[in-house]
């Protein structure tokens, strides 16, 4: 996942992701991650995640 900041974070299985609904294109979508106990925001390929 890619946040705002350009930073790559490797999330874990079972990570808890939420969909923004942000259009972006190419098989890119905008998500929430629960990265401790803080919801971060990013983008991450489609084809990496069971959102539909």
Do not use: F, H
Request: aromatic share 2%.
């Amino acid at each position: 996942m890619s946040s705002a900041t350009d930073k790559e974070m490797k999330l874990k299985k079972e990570t808890p992701i939420s969909d923004l609904g942000l259009p972006m294109g190419q098989g890119i979508i905008v998500v929430k991650a629960k990265v401790g106990n803080e919801w971060i925001k990013g983008e991450t390929p489609l084809d990496d995640t069971t959102c539909n």
